[in-house]
């Protein structure tokens, strides 16, 4: 096995419960995130994106197969370790910004470090380093609701890469942004992508953004097809 891959997952199926009627949402996914990749999941509404984002994020376990995050099975863990190896390996960016509204800029990209017990200082220069990367060394004192839409974005990236997580998940990172707001969040990721070497798996409506991502998937009918 590469010690490249940061996510896997095998034979991954989902049903839910409704009622006396047994949903599928899918079946039999496999899929590979290997480190610096950037990877798309597209599909219409309903196909399952964000339920397959919450199995790779062990955020809910799967009917049948396995994910793997840096070799460890999410279902082999408990939810303390669970959560806690989220915290460090994982980095999570969403359509909705949910940054903390009573704190700054430098205080949300801070949060992360501080939960998962960095020391202050090297935490304070870590994120001041990464809101100068993502274009915001004159902003870290602003609160969220001094931001404009694309720079709450670009504090929410910053967060998300606090910790130097493995890979980072994005859901719709760029759905309630306008043109050219998007298309510079897109060249900022794949900027980072770079910079950190890390694994970005994006789901989206938007297929413009495929043509700078290194592999991409569509969700549909249960099954994922490789596009690229
Ligand atoms: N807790 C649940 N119980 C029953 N069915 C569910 C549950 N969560 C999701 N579903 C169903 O699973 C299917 C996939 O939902 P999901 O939210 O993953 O789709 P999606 O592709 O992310 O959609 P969108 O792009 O609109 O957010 C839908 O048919 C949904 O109704």
Redesign the pocket.
């Known amino acids: 096995m590469s010690n490249n891959i940061v996510l896997e997952c095998h034979s991954l199926s989902k049903q ?1 419960q ?1 009622g006396k009627q047994v ?1 599928e ?1 899918f079946h039999s996914i496999d899929l590979t995130l290997n480190k610096g990749e950037a990877c798309a999941i597209v ?10 984002l919450n199995l790779l994020a062990g955020l809910d376990l799967a009917t049948t197969g396995d994910v793997k995050l840096a070799q460890v099975s999410w279902s082999s863990i408990s939810d303390a370790k669970r959560a806690k190896m989220r915290n460090k390996e994982m980095g999570f960016v969403y359509q909705f910004h949910h940054l903390l509204a009573e704190f700054s800029a430098l205080e949300n990209v801070l949060m992360p470090m501080w939960i998962a017990g960095m020391n202050k200082q090297e935490a304070k220069q870590r994120g001041e380093t990464l809101l100068a990367q993502v274009g915001l060394k004159d902003r870290l004192d602003h609160k969220p609701s001094q931001l404009s839409g694309g720079e709450r974005q670009r504090v929410a990236i910053a967060r998300a890469l606090a910790n130097r997580p493995a890979c980072v998940l994005m859901d719709e990172p760029t759905g309630n942004l306008d043109e050219a707001t998007s298309l510079e969040i897109q060249n900022l990721i794949n900027e980072l992508k770079v910079t950190y070497n890390m694994a970005f798996l994006v789901v989206t ?1 938007d297929e413009k953004m495929l043509g700078w991502m290194d592999s991409a998937h569509r ?1 549909s009918q249960g099954a994922l097809h490789r596009l690229k």
């Open positions: 839910y409704d949903i949402v599909g219409a509404s309903g196909s399952g994106k964000t339920t397959l409506h969700l």
